[in-house]
């Protein structure tokens, strides 16, 4: 293949976005004959969830907040793609002429406990701080923990780990992914168990977006991973479904293994009571029709009303009684 052009790439300002970008620009160049590392212009660009980041995402607009501005440089020309964590992408699209051209092969999905302690989660003492900006991840923690405080914490991951160094808090949540990414895995205290801390929908996954006319699906495609791409379409497809986004209690997690397909539903109440708890298996090629079955079977159970309560939460920090 050959190709000449510039290709101009949006990313989020942070130390992560930098990193994702890098590993998925060198598998691109490690298997793109033509395409060489001074083929990429990198354009860093401010988002509104970056900019305001000691406010809750839920407060100041919910979804979409870590893309919209990418989304605007793509649709203006300003930049050819944006490169985004597909957990920060809103299972509706918000522009009918921009698609995932390229889905990163999935890093690992699961949650991780960070300590300053060395305690893992079960052994953290009662009335210990444990913070994340996650409505699902505080809810997974009540739903286990009641006797722990919980407190907002917002940033990124280099910030966090140091708000937890400075003692404001006693353990923190983070994906693990990203620490993966960053080189920071060495810090996590404790993976934690899907049994228990079941990933947001795409957690771990990253997507190139264009516009759907662009010439450069061709040129992506080439590490395209299938098995992430159908994971994850099954993941946001049940949350199109349902109408729910990253700021719900909802976790929803599928994964592929000897050509068979599962996915996963937990939804909570915002006091940590579990509202719904589904896995259903199927061939992978049924990966659409399996996740429609399961929205059915959660509006359902719960409904669209309730489901719709769970956008709102007015107090976030917690503290037990």
């Not at 698609?99 to 300590?115: G, N, Y």
């Not at 900006?133 to 286990?144: E, F, K, T």
């Not at 992506?220 to 497809?237: A, D, G, M, Y």
């Not at 309730?306 to 107090?315: A, S």
Request: glycine residues 6%; contains cysteine.
């Amino acid at each position: 293949m050959s190709y000449f052009k510039k290709i101009s790439v949006g990313i989020r300002d942070s130390k992560l976005s930098r990193a994702q970008t890098e590993i998925l620009l060198n598998d691109l160049i490690s298997v793109a004959g033509d395409i060489r590392k001074e083929t990429f212009d990198i354009k860093t660009i401010k988002t509104k969830g970056d900019i305001h980041n000691s406010k809750r995402l839920d407060q100041i607009g919910g979804k979409g907040l870590f893309i919209k501005e990418i989304e605007q440089y793509i649709i203006n020309e300003m930049v050819d793609v944006g490169i985004h964590s597909m957990k920060d992408v809103p299972a509706v699209d918000s522009y009918d002429n921009l698609e995932i051209i390229c889905w990163l092969k999935r890093e690992d999905p699961r949650e991780a406990l960070i300590s300053n302690s060395g305690h893992k989660f079960f052994d953290l003492p009662t009335g210990s701080v444990i913070g994340t900006s996650s409505i699902r991840r505080r809810a997974q923690i009540l739903h286990l923990r009641k006797d722990l405080k919980i407190k907002l914490l917002r940033g990124n991951v280099d910030t966090r780990i140091n708000k937890l160094k400075e003692n404001n808090y006693d353990a923190i949540i983070l994906s693990l992914a990203g620490l993966k990414r960053i080189g920071l895995a060495d810090r996590v205290t404790e993976v934690l168990d899907e049994k228990h801390f079941l990933p947001a929908a795409s957690q771990g996954t990253v997507g190139v977006q264009s516009k759907c006319d662009s010439n450069l699906r061709d040129v992506f495609r080439l590490i395209n991973n299938k098995e992430t791409e159908i994971e994850s379409l099954t993941e946001r497809r049940v949350l199109k479904n349902i109408n729910a986004n990253c700021n719900s209690p909802i976790c929803v997690y599928a994964k592929i293994r000897d050509n068979k397909i599962s996915v996963k539903c937990d939804i909570f109440d915002h006091d940590g009571s579990k509202l719904f708890s589904k896995k259903i298996d199927e061939e992978k090629e049924n990966y659409l029709t399996m996740a429609n079955t399961l929205s059915k079977n959660i509006l359902y159970e719960i409904g669209q009303d309730k489901i719709n309560e769970l956008d709102e939460l007015n107090d976030f920090d917690y503290t037990p009684s």
